[in-house]
T-cell receptor, first 113, second 112 residues
Framework: DSGVTQTPKHLITATGQRVTLRCSPR?????VYWYQQSLDQGLQFLIQ???????AKGNILERFSAQQFPDLHSELNLSSLELGDSALYFC????????????FGQGTRLTVV | DAKTTQPPSMDCAEGRAANLPCNHSTISGNEYVYWYRQIHSQGPQYIIHGLKNNETNEMASLIITEDRKSSTLILPHATLRDTAVYYC?????????????FGTGTSLTVIP
């Protein structure tokens, strides 16, 4: 158990809909990262937050957005969903933005039908 | 954006050492090398990281060449549970977030 909690574990929704994925980082971790892993593909970095502020953006679509709340949990919002958005979404957390290891949650499997 | 090169797949006999190579010839002086693994579709698991000295923990050893252009992850006694995709990562963006950019990794199969 990494200490990073993601909910829900599974999500099935229809095209055009909007969903919210939630991540609770390890206690004390200030930095949260979001990744997308499509079927048989690698992990794509989406976005990072540090202590409530956006720190870095990767290959995140404009239909996607995220935020980190004062209690440090984070949410990834996916809207106008398309079939191609079906993927595993992972959240990771680390103590800081420096050279410390990050720990990953078990992911949310999103299926868009 | 991945800055590492790894063989796509490797086999290792159970009980033997698994040596996974990684090339990172463009690494900068202050960039660390990290290793993670992913078993099936589980969340990536942290293994080890280092800057220039060799590192060892309860899971593995990391050997970094003197010029830092390559490294090797060593699993001393591979078990069937070590079958996974192993990712070598050079962490980028020291001042902009230190994101982990995952490449395609090495799929390690431990054979009974």
């Amino acid at each position: 158990d990494s200490g990073v909690t993601q909910t829900p574990k599974h999500l099935i929704t229809a095209t055009g809909q909007r969903v919210t994925l939630r991540c609770s980082p390890r206690s004390g971790d200030l930095s949260v990262y979001w990744y997308q892993q499509s079927l048989d593909q690698g992990l794509q970095f989406l976005i990072q937050y540090y202590n409530g502020e956006e720190r870095a953006k990767g290959n995140i679509l404009e239909r996607f957005s995220a935020q980190q709340f004062p209690d440090l949990h984070s949410e990834l919002n996916l809207s106008s969903l398309e079939l191609g958005d079906s993927a595993l979404y992972f959240c990771a957390s680390s103590t800081s933005g420096g050279n410390t290891e990050a720990f990953f949650g078990q992911g949310t499997r999103l299926t868009v039908v | 954006d991945a800055k590492t090169t790894q063989p796509p797949s490797m086999d290792c006999a159970e009980g033997r050492a698994a040596n996974l190579p990684c090339n990172h010839s463009t690494i900068s002086g202050n960039e660390y090398v990290y290793w993670y693994r992913q078993i099936h579709s589980q969340g990536p698991q942290y293994i080890i990281h280092g800057l220039k000295n060799n590192e060892t923990n309860e899971m593995a050893s990391l050997i970094i060449t003197e010029d830092r252009k390559s490294s090797t992850l060593i699993l001393p006694h591979a078990t069937l549970r070590d079958t996974a995709v192993y990712y070598c990562i050079v962490r980028v963006g020291i001042n902009t977030g230190n994101q982990f950019y995952f490449g395609t990794g090495t799929s390690l199969t431990v054979i009974p």
